[in-house]
């Protein structure tokens, strides 16, 4: 007997024509947006807007994450459009979902074509980075647990040589005095959803400079799918310093607008062909 309206082969529909639209888009970059940071800069024109149900992804219950992919486009210095697919949020481990389905955005962009991934996040940081500042991770350290004899795996997100060469250029470009200067550092991942207790974050320390609770899957997908990377952290607390999430969504807030303009920059940074 064939599915009725609401059945599956309704659902598939309704995903394939979802995705058909995203891959006839032909996106030259993808963007997946952390907390609080899916602000879109004055030089995009969003110009289709998707819900992850129409996608099959899974969707977040956490705040801050609006489950929606949005397609922009806008254009380069040199008059060359650009085409994105910004993924205004994400689901996390702690919820419940598996990470073969918190890979499944990132495959399925890889699957319309897009090439080139920018994963941005909310971080604490391990090593005294400033509110504001962005880290360009050059690789993610995968933690879920506390340490149980093995060394946590290590993911490469981009040469350090890269991760150095991207930061020289937001810092060229920002146009703020009292703007935080961009550097170069790992990401640990961790379970969450709790914040780090100060022993944690001293062990955390020795893996890297910024710590969160997403990535791993993505970054890892992206390697599966030959698609290259570029991972953004906005430091929002200090590791271990007592807050809520509502703390992290006010800050990244604050600093979301400055994410979004230096989104460009990187991503021309990082590929120059863009450009």
């Not at 806008?74 to 702690?94: Q, S």
Request: one cysteine or more.
């Amino acid at each position: 007997m064939s599915p009725g309206p609401g059945g599956q082969g309704a659902g598939d529909a309704v995903r394939g024509a979802a995705l058909a639209r995203v891959a006839a888009w032909a996106p030259d970059v993808a963007a997946v947006f952390g907390s609080g940071l899916a602000a879109v800069s004055a030089e995009l024109v969003v110009e289709h807007d998707i819900g992850y149900e129409e996608l099959g992804w899974p969707c977040t219950a956490v705040a801050g994450h609006a489950n929606r992919l949005r397609l922009a486009r806008t254009a380069t210095a040199g008059g060359r459009e650009l085409k994105l697919a910004l993924a205004c949020g994400r689901p996390h481990r702690y919820e419940g979902w598996t990470d073969a389905e918190l890979e499944r955005p990132v495959r399925a962009l890889a699957g319309c074509g897009a090439r080139r991934l920018v994963l941005t996040n909310a971080c604490g940081s391990l090593r005294a980075a400033p509110q504001g500042a962005l880290v360009v991770c050059d690789h993610v350290v995968d933690v879920q647990s506390p340490p149980a004899g093995t060394a946590p795996e290590r993911l490469s997100v981009c040469s350090p040589q890269e991760a150095a060469h991207i930061v020289s250029r937001l810092n060229g470009a920002s146009c703020s005095d009292d703007a935080p200067p961009s550097a170069v550092g790992a990401y640990v991942a961790v379970l969450g959803p709790q914040f780090e207790t100060p022993a944690e974050a001293r062990w955390l320390a020795r893996y890297g400079a910024v710590v969160g609770m997403s990535a791993a899957p993505e970054v890892r997908a992206a390697r599966a799918t030959g698609v290259e990377c570029l991972l953004l952290a906005l430091v929002v607390n200090q590791a271990a310093a007592v807050g809520s999430h509502n703390d992290v969504l006010v800050t990244a807030g604050r600093f979301s607008s400055s994410l979004a303009s230096a989104l460009i920059t990187a991503v021309k940074a990082r590929w120059p062909e863009l450009a």
